[in-house]
């Protein structure tokens, strides 16, 4: 990972993040910050990068968006994204709208994603797109299936293979690639984040949803996710060819969605596995943020974004 040999980042303001677990609230109250501002919002979402992946992700629709909005509609479904290339898009966007007077509002779902836009993170080569190495693996995995991947990867790196689940063949790999391409440690790596200086002036704001509020909102969600058109939205993914992209593993809401119309359980079913996968996501996001002392927590119980914008307002003014 490596830091210290990235130049110094100025900005006329620092960028506001705005971050918490999903359906605590995030886009609509960074959405009110960056229209009380004059601001524009940058999204950190890894799912909200793809095309046509709109409602099980989310994203705003465009007649919903007050202010503008990036980070959307990056890439087609399929296509290779990756936190390396979040960055360099994201810094991009923070010099654009601080050069045009305006100031960036980060809202983030994917805590990876916000740290690579923030912090002083260099990224090793393995993370470009074209990767011998990565193929070699990928094809292994297609092979051999998971647990002999990981089964590989426990030979030579105990300690990453003892914090990555069998199942998460893409971090695996990522792991498998490290040793290869720059003879370290998934696990040494993953030991470091904690202690990269920040780059990128920022100041950060996080949404607390008590778990009980939280799991009722969720439901809602999915719920009103469903009724939006999800289920046709992925058919229509699935009729233009992306059915790698839907079935991928951190595509919640899309993967069940595609067991369902494969008649492999009742859209009941996929619909409970959607909403309790997002819950489970929810908490990753909790644990992600928990330790970073830099975020000032707002109690977003009501759900009212008026109230937190002005909260967060009030904060920067202080």
């Not at 704001?205 to 939006?228: N, Q, T, W, Y």
Request: aromatic share 8%; charged share 25%.
């Amino acid at each position: 990972m490596g830091s210290g040999h990235s130049t110094e980042f100025s900005l006329t303001h620092p960028v506001i993040c705005v971050v918490g677990p999903t359906a605590s609230g995030k886009t609509d109250v960074a959405q009110l910050v960056a229209q009380r501002l004059g601001g524009e919002v940058v999204s950190a979402d890894s799912m909200q990068v793809y095309r046509g992946m709109d409602i099980g992700t989310g994203k705003l629709l465009p007649q919903e968006r007050i202010v503008p909005h990036h980070g959307f509609d990056l890439v087609d479904p399929g296509e290779p994204y990756s936190a390396s290339l979040f960055q360099e898009y994201a810094r991009a966007c923070f010099k654009d709208i601080d050069a045009r007077g305006a100031r960036s509002v980060l809202a983030g779902g994917t805590g990876f994603y916000v740290r690579a836009a923030i912090d002083d993170y260099n990224f090793p080569q393995g993370e470009q797109v074209d990767n011998p190495v990565r193929d070699k693996w990928n094809s292994y995995l297609a092979a051999n299936g998971a647990s002999a991947l990981w089964d590989r990867l426990n030979e030579r790196d105990p300690e990453s293979a003892a914090i990555i689940h069998p199942n998460n063949s893409k971090r695996v790999i990522r792991a498998l690639e490290m040793i290869e391409l720059e003879g370290m440690s998934y696990a040494r790596q993953h030991e470091g984040l904690a202690a990269l200086r920040q780059l990128v002036p920022a100041v950060f704001f996080g949404l607390a949803v008590v778990p009980e509020i939280l799991k009722a909102r969720i439901d809602k969600r999915v719920d009103r996710m469903v009724e939006s058109g999800l289920i046709d939205e992925v058919q229509g993914l699935l009729d233009a060819g992306f059915e790698r992209a839907c079935t991928a593993r951190d595509a919640i809401g899309y993967k069940e969605v595609v067991a369902a119309l494969r008649g492999e359980c009742s859209m009941g079913d996929a619909i409970d596995a959607i909403k309790l996968a997002t819950r489970r996501y929810a908490k990753r996001q909790r644990t992600w943020w928990r330790g970073d002392a830099r975020i000032h927590w707002i109690d977003a119980d009501d759900g009212d974004a008026n109230r937190i914008a002005d909260k967060i307002l009030q904060s920067l003014d202080a």
